[in-house]
């Protein structure tokens, strides 16, 4: 097997520059599928932080029941024990903050114009800590020693022309029925990275909006915050635990953000295998067509080695082995450029992104590519280039001796 | 030794077969130094090819220590022509990017097994080339290159070794001397030789001279061992 891979080298190295500008194809190759896959990596993951830090946190706790009959009965499902709830989440590792709040819908008005919201009512440090992706453009936050000040979406300012220090009327449904009002003062303009957002959001604070709805010392679920994502599965026992004991039920993040994320995730695979694929087939097809020349200048040494008594199969393998080797110093250096190049753009700040689809600010990528991918590509180039070589080592191992020795 | 029976080869060249060879008869023995004589396109090289299993006959069969070669599978053919037939070729056909050593070396590379490292080095230095081992053949004179053929050829000690041409690509000198070093192969060694020519002062140097003229032998001189 070392016979095929010397004479392969020497082949190589032979038509050193012949066998440079096919490595570099396959480098070129290697290392724009793994900058891609870093930025994919990179924007996925501030994906994932952007939506978990706007809002949702890691983990929501809610009543049971609450997931399944909440949409027709809101207010059936509250979390009424919280003191003791929330003592025993302090005592859970890797959770960082503990969010009591209280969803709701209503209306906002003000001058003849309304829109609608998507309320948050909770304590103004935890959801500050929660939304800390959001960018206060104007004001400040919602105090809890300020019971009637109201943060909304920049989104709503612009539709009811409104800003810091206005007046709004906030409606919302009551939980025995009826509709009661409440005007709050806008002490903050916020805005996300997604538009729908900021048309959207008001935070409220929690106890005003309990008086507002008529619920007692409720909130409808506790988010958690964890010091770190990947800390997810470490406190799944204890929740589970907890959730037995006190009749309650969670999901996580991945659970409750659905296509938010799901959908982006599935467009930067789908463009990523479109990528790898449009690149494998101009390796091969480089890669093939060098050993293509190689095989037509070598007609008469071929001819040659099969009356010295090497098989067809001896043969062929001496051009897989070049195609082989081509794959693999390919995947080499183009390892080490890839990870080389992301290395630099991430030093010099980044690429700058425009706002994609529905998102209200763009953003800089970063560049995260993993190793394991990493080894995964070369895997899947050296393969490529072996593969690639099939065609030139069929033709030369049919190659009739006769003819093969009488070539020009 | 080998035996070669009513051998005729036909081309087809689009719409024309040309008979290269016309019901050949010839046989072999051990330890001769045949020199295959006939202008260019008589049909040598086809013989030789033919009987150096790299082509196979229209028409005849040849036998090489009793086995028909012609029945054989391809892979078999090769693995028979590495252990049975040297070849030297005329413009040498070596391989450009191996040294002398590695040219010489690689008949037995190529059966799998471990090499057999003195045997190599002996060879070399039979045909007096010990002290250019590392060198490439574009390193190499022309004679130079020619007895790295012929070591090539001798090193898996072949039935017979088969010769196209061997000097026709060297001056009158170093043919010479190429034809010497065969000669004495076959007289210290017992190794066979059959190799073609269209020169007659070559064809003195053999021990006999085979005729060949459009496809046909037309006769065989048996001569003394020749003076050099």
């Given at each position: 097997m070392l016979f095929y891979f010397r004479i392969g080298l020497r082949n190589l190295l032979k038509n050193y520059r012949r066998s440079i500008k096919t490595i570099m194809t396959v480098v070129i190759g290697i290392s724009a599928c793994l900058l891609f896959q870093g930025f994919m990596s990179h924007t996925l993951w501030g994906l994932q932080e952007s939506l978990i830090n706007g809002g949702i946190g890691h983990i929501q706790i809610y009543r049971k029941g609450y997931l399944e009959h909440s949409i027709e009965e809101p207010y059936q499902y509250l979390i009424t024990d919280l003191e003791t709830l929330v003592e025993r989440l302090e005592k859970v590792p890797a959770v960082k903050l503990i969010a009591p709040r209280l969803n709701f819908q209503g209306v906002v008005s003000s001058g003849g114009k309304d829109a609608v919201v998507v309320g948050t009512a909770g304590l103004s440090e935890e959801e500050q800590s929660l939304n800390s992706m959001a960018i206060l453009k104007e004001g400040s936050f919602i105090k809890d020693e300020n019971p009637f000040g109201v943060v909304i979406g920049s989104g709503i300012t612009q539709k009811l022309n409104v800003g810091v220090g206005d007046i709004l009327t906030l409606m919302v449904a009551m939980k025995g029925g009826g509709v009661n009002a409440i005007d709050l003062e806008i002490t903050g303009i916020i805005e996300g990275q997604i538009k729908s957002y900021n048309d959207t959001a008001l935070f409220a604070n929690l106890n005003t909006v309990r008086e507002l709805i008529d619920i007692s010392d409720s909130v409808d679920r506790v988010i958690l915050l964890l010091d770190r994502t990947e800390n997810l599965e470490k406190v799944g026992p204890y929740l589970s635990g907890l959730s037995n004991e006190m009749g309650l039920e969670y999901c996580d993040w991945r659970q409750l953000v659905g296509t938010q994320y799901t959908q982006p995730k599935l467009f930067y695979d789908l463009a990523y295998v479109l990528i790898m694929t449009i690149i494998v087939l101009v390796v091969i097809g480089s890669i093939t067509n060098t050993l293509n020349l190689t095989m037509q200048e070598r007609v008469r040494e071929i001819g040659t080695i099969r009356s010295l008594g090497t098989t067809r199969l001896q043969v062929g393998g001496i051009f897989i082995a070049e195609s082989s080797l081509i794959g693999f110093s390919g995947g080499l250096i183009g390892i080490a450029v890839g990870f080389g190049l992301a290395a630099l753009l991430n030093a010099i700040g980044g690429v700058p992104i425009p706002p994609p689809p529905g998102h209200a600010r763009g953003y800089t990528a970063f560049f995260k590519p993993d190793f394991l991918e990493g080894l995964r590509l070369m895997f899947l180039f050296l393969i490529t280039a072996a593969l690639s070589g099939f065609y030139p080592a069929y033709r030369a191992a049919r190659l009739e001796i006769v003819d093969a020795l009488r070539w020009i | 030794m080998i035996s070669v029976r009513n051998v005729s080869k036909t081309y087809r060249m689009d719409k024309v077969e040309i008979d290269a060879l016309k019901n050949i008869n010839l046989d072999i023995e051990q330890g001769d130094f045949i020199s295959l004589m006939g202008p260019s396109g008589a049909g040598k090289s086809t013989l030789l090819h033919i009987i150096g299993c790299l082509d196979n006959p229209t028409e005849g069969s040849v036998e090489i220590h009793g086995q028909?070669?012609?029945?054989?599978k391809d892979s078999k053919l090769s693995i028979f022509r590495n252990r049975h037939i040297g070849f030297i070729f005329q413009s040498f056909n070596l391989m450009p990017v191996l040294s002398v050593y590695e040219n010489v070396e690689y008949p037995l590379m190529i059966r799998g097994e471990k090499v057999n490292r003195d045997k190599v080095l002996q060879t070399i230095e039979a045909v007096g080339l010990k002290d250019y081992l590392k060198h490439r053949p574009d390193e190499l004179s022309g004679g130079q290159r020619q007895r790295v053929a012929i070591a090539r050829a001798l090193v898996t000690d072949p039935d017979i070794i088969l010769a196209d041409e061997p000097t026709a690509n060297l001056d009158s000198k170093t043919g010479a001397k190429i034809i010497s070093l065969l000669l004495d192969l076959n007289s210290r060694h017992n190794v066979t030789f059959l190799f073609s020519t269209h020169n007659e002062m070559v064809s003195k140097y053999a021990k006999r001279v085979i005729n060949i003229l459009d496809g046909e032998l037309i006769g065989m001189d048996e001569v003394f061992l020749p003076v050099l």
């Open positions: - | 028909k070669i012609q029945k054989m």
